[in-house]
């Protein structure tokens, strides 16, 4: 199997966290913790992925890159 590596995005709302992927749509995942929210997203994903290959649906490309600006605030 192909490994590719997907851009999750992580929020926290001041008691708990949600994430979700820009290209994957429908794919998301919350928890009170950052550590089961990356848990939780990663489970959430695979299975998301293997419902679509049981749907006979192609997995989306990553194209979403994520990167930090430093800058003075």
Partial sequence: MNIKEYAVIIEGSGNNYSA?????????????????????????LELHFEGMREDGLPIPEPTTYVGLVAIAA
Avoid: H, M, N, W
């Avoid at 429908?26 to 009170?32: H, M, T, W």
């Fill in 20 to 44: 979700y992927c820009p290209d994957v749509d429908g794919c998301i995942a919350a928890a009170d913790t950052l550590e089961e929210c990356k848990r939780l997203f990663q489970e959430s």
